[in-house]
T-cell receptor, first 114, second 119 residues
Framework: DGGITQSPKYLFRKEGQNVTLSCEQN?????MYWYRQDPGQGLRLIYY???????QKGDIAEGYSVSREKKESFPLTVTSAQKNPTAFYLC?????????????FGQGTRLTVV | AQTVTQSQPEMSVQEAETVTLSCTYD???????LFWYKQPPSRQMILVIR??????QNATENRFSVNFQKAAKSFSLKISDSQLGDTAMYFC????????????????FGRGTQLTVWP
């Protein structure tokens, strides 16, 4: 079955550590996205990528980094520079078309700083 | 900048009744797309319904329908015959085409409305 897989589902990080969240899709989508979800905040865009080896900052990119070495994969690294990393992180992907595109989401990763 | 506002943080409805969730947005674009996503307790984001701004006809999907008022920049979701499984967080979202006219799935979200359906 085609879809988006995020791992791990739960992740714990110590203060000062970098952690990497995995996102893989087999939908052959060109575009991939990372969103952060906090209670009462909706979803906010961290980074997005329209093509391999290229990506753009979203609205809250500080303290995060990404790479897009393969079309299928878009890992997110939460660095020690991110002051409040505890949140729910959602990865999404979509086609780039002239109309009727839709974003498909993974099941999310819950990151907790301990 | 695009902003999406959902003014109802929480709503509740009895099973089999009808409920309407509100959404307004602000944009200078003329062509764009609007969505309602559902996030149940599993936290999986599920597309409920989509509306293209250039279409005057309101979108419907079974028990779900929208009231799209382009001039008022309003996009409300009506759920008819509510079911217990409709209990979820509902997000209104906006998408605009890229400068080249293609659509990129970059979404701008409202803060969500928690809907509870009770027996």
């Amino acid at each position: 079955d085609g879809g988006i897989t995020q791992s791990p589902k739960y992740l714990f990080r110590k203060e000062g550590q970098n952690v990497t969240l995995s996102c893989e899709q087999n939908l052959n989508h060109d575009a991939m996205y990372w969103y952060r979800q906090d209670p009462g905040q909706g979803l906010r865009l961290i980074y997005y990528s329209q093509i391999v080896n290229d990506f753009q900052k979203g609205d809250i990119a500080e303290g995060y980094s990404v790479s897009r070495e393969k079309k299928e994969s878009f890992p997110l690294t939460v660095t020690s520079a991110q002051k409040n990393p505890t949140a729910f992180y959602l990865c999404a992907s979509s086609r780039i078309v002239t109309e009727n595109t839709e974003a498909f989401f993974g099941q999310g990763t819950r990151l907790t700083v301990v | 900048a695009q902003t999406v506002t959902q003014s109802q943080p929480e709503m509740s409805v009895q099973e089999a009744e009808t409920v309407t969730l509100s959404c307004t947005y602000d944009t200078s674009e003329n062509n764009y797309y609007l969505f309602w996503y559902k996030q149940p307790p599993s936290r999986q984001m599920i597309l409920v319904i989509r509306q293209e701004a250039y279409k005057q006809q309101n979108a419907t999907e079974n028990r779900f329908s929208v009231n799209f008022q382009k001039a008022a920049k309003s996009f409300s979701l009506k759920i008819s015959d509510s079911q217990l499984g409709d209990t979820a967080m509902y997000f209104c979202a906006f998408m605009k085409p890229t400068d080249r006219g293609s659509t990129l799935g970059r979404l701008y979200f409202g803060r969500g409305t928690q809907l509870t359906v009770w027996p």
